[in-house]
């Protein structure tokens, strides 16, 4: 372990510069008014990704664009047979988002390749670098690398009002030769993500590192509520169908359910369509959503089985009839128990403390997670901001997650 530390030792103080350098220059590139754009497959996608190429070729990676669009640079180990580790992120952004979420984990991975490769290290494991195409329009990329989509799925029209199969062209891969693109498992050694936090944890809790526990399950229910619509003004208080009374006290057990027992578990009605939404009339339909989110399947069943009972028991006390939908499913996806040791003890080795965490928001790990162990490394974002033009993490929280993602590097391969 005397290795890793002291090679880290020898890069820090020009990999502090070279990674917030290259993310100050990207921060030109889809900057707007509103933030950074460079949706997937927009001229800012493009023109980023060109930006990310030349960074592959000036770190020596001699970077290839596979058949799913995912940008590929390799260094090879000394121990050719074996299964590749993989790092990196994405770099395309949220309409109005900004320039963190995404970038530090794909130049932070590009940075420790290069580093190793400067200083002739030579890891038994070859190391991949992947950017992985459209991750904010669903991990596109990476959901092809597990050969997750299916063809019809490629119509589907992303935020630049491309289709998937346009898109893939557009970024250099080839929709017939998507099947070449596609890793199995057992073909990928270990899989490491740096990524900002996206939340305020770390940051409250004055840590510098967020080795991430998994990557949280998602329910997405569709609710629509019927009651009676009926005149406001002549309609007894006693003899009311309210659909939008009803929705509220919904609202509100669903709050309570999720609050009522310890845990990470949260839960959102963030949508709400009132019918006919007019001031003088009782309302007679409603239609909301619910997200709700937890690292434990089982846990999620639960809720959501509870949320169902107390629906169907609120529609019987108030007259209406409720409908549940689920609408999305998605399964948690667990960090491999070894590869957070790796990056807890390069955490303490660099002397930054840390914590674990589970992530609320969806990464590529997520899919890469079904074919090779996983994990993810997380720096604070300022007052837990992103998907924002305020979203910001200080320059030596960057080179700190650099720094824990090289250790953890070296700790996989040896491992
Ligand atoms: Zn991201």
Redesign the pocket.
Known sequence: MNYCVRMTDSVLPRRAFVVNGWLAKFDAIGRTAGGINRVAYSEADLAGRAFTLDLFRDAGLAPRIDAAGNIVGRLEGTEPSLPPILIG??VDSVTDGGNY??PVGSFGAIEVARSLREQGVRLRHPLEVVVWQN??GGTIGSKLAIGELTDAGLDAVARSGKTLREGIGLVGGSVEKLAGAVRTRGSVHAYVEL?IEQGGTLERSKLRIGTVTGIVGLRWLDVIIDGFANHAGTTPMDQRQDALLAAARFTVAVNDTVRAEAGGQVATVGRLVASPNTRNVIPGRIELTVDLRDLDAAKLDRLEARLRQLAAEIGRASGTTFRVNQATVSAPAMADTQMMEWIDQSATALGLPSQRMPSG?G?DAQEIAHIAPMAMIFVPSVAGISHSPREFTKAEDVVNGVDVLLNAVVRADQG
């Open positions: 992120s994405h979420d995404g991750e904010e990524h928001a990464h």
